[in-house]
Structure formats: C-alpha cells, structure tokens
C-alpha cells in the first residue's frame, strides 16, 4: 500500500522521503518542493514508525516556514504533529538556553540584545579605543569580523587594518559587557548553546538522543555558526536532511 505521503511527488521526491537512515541531501531550486519534501518526510516518519514526532527537529530561516511545516503535517496526523519541533535556529537556540542558562551563567529572565542595542553597546565601549573617531569606523562592518573571530572563521578580507585590531580589542569587553547585563545577541543564541554542548558531555548525549532526525531547511543557507550547532545536536547515526 503506498503511503497517503506519497501521493502527489516525482520519483525524486519520493525517495528523498522513503530514504530514513543517514544523510540526506535535497538539492532543488527555489519553486521546485523543497518544503513538501520535508512535510512529507516529517509525517512518513511519524506513520511509519520511524520516529514519534517529538524525535523529529525541522530548522528554519523564519518562524512563517516553521509554522507552515507543523500545519501541513498536523493537517494528515493529527495533533501529534504539533509535538514536532519546527522553529528557527535562534528560537531553539533562545529555548535552549531558557533551559539551561544557569549553564550559560545566565539569570532566569536573561535579555536580548538586539541589533539597535548591540550597536549602541559598542558605540560606548569604543569610546575608549585610540581609532575610534579618527578612521570613521563602520560598526556593521566592525560587527561583522567580530562574527568572524566569534565562530572562529576567516574575517572579511579587504578591509583597513584597523578593523582586525579594534576587533580583537572589542570583543571581549563587548562579551563581559553583555554578561554583566544578563543578555545575549542574535550570534549569541546559537553560539552560546553550541559552546555549552562541547563542553557538557552529558547534555550533549541528551540532546543527541533527544531527536532522532534532524531536517533543515534551506540548508545551503546555513553559516559556520548554524553549522556547528547542527553537528553539537546531530546524533552518530546522522539522519540529517
């Protein structure tokens, strides 16, 4: 009997959902049923017993394609669709650390920093710095090498040399400065969850265990930083899409 899952897809398609062990690369272009893939691998799993929904992660670039997700598979199983876990890498990062700030020596009722307030944090910070003032510093672009030293990737290349410098100078005084708060960033959210799996074994075998399939959408959108997040949450036998 074929399953209710299949109904509708190309034979591509179809494998990409009956495929359940390993990794599993979708390649597609934009219009062509990435998202219809995943819903329908998301409930097969669920109907073949593969997997109970709550064992099933789905990480998106917005909460609209989350929500889409849990109600197109809500739509053929039921409430138990509602049990998969489908949000942004930042919701589950923030979720994540709702749950383990004391980890993170984070207060209970942590803040956000968010993109205006994180700006406003380094503007007064470089208050103190010799350059700051005299080269016309651009604090995006600032903001943008302290990414690149944060997930520990190669900074943008280019720039006056002065970035690199203020950059290493900043960045720790920008981290203390945010501990001191009680807040994270945006590249906190999923950068500080990362950092506390590597170095917590036992949390880390719990989160391995907890999902047994990990889907991704959009995946060729991913950054050093997501990527690492996947690999800290992404069990030994990789069923990974």
Not at 29 to 52: D, E, N, P
Not at 122 to 151: C, N, W
Request: proline residues 4%.
């Amino acid at each position: 009997m074929t399953s209710p899952w299949l109904e509708g897809l190309n034979p591509q398609q179809q494998s990409a959902v009956k495929i359940t062990e390993g990794p599993l690369l979708i390649l597609a272009g934009a219009g062509s049923g990435k998202t219809t893939v995943l819903v329908s691998r998301a409930g097969h799993l669920v109907s073949s017993h593969k997997a109970k929904a709550h064992e099933i992660l789905v990480l998106t670039f917005t909460n609209k394609a989350a929500k889409e997700l849990k109600e197109r598979v809500k739509s053929k199983i039921g409430k138990q669709g509602e049990k998969i876990w489908a949000g942004t890498f930042h919701g589950f990062g923030l979720e994540f650390l709702k749950k383990n700030h004391k980890l993170a020596d984070l207060p209970a009722r942590f803040g956000l920093l968010d993109a205006t307030d994180a700006k406003a944090v380094l503007k007064e910070l470089l208050k103190d710095h010799k350059h700051f003032g005299k080269s016309g510093f651009d604090i995006e672009t600032l903001q943008g090498v302290m990414g690149a030293l944060r997930s520990k990737k190669s900074p943008p290349v280019g720039l006056q040399p002065e970035y690199y410098e203020v950059a290493e100078w900043i960045l720790p005084k920008y981290i203390d400065k945010m501990h001191a708060l009680g807040v994270v960033d945006f590249d906190g959210l999923i950068l500080r969850p990362t950092e506390i799996l590597r170095n917590n074994s036992d949390l880390s075998y719990k989160y391995k265990n907890k999902f047994k399939y990990i889907m991704v959408d959009e995946f060729q959108d991913t950054n050093k930083i997501q990527m690492d997040f996947i690999k800290a949450i992404c069990n030994d036998q990789e069923n990974l899409a």
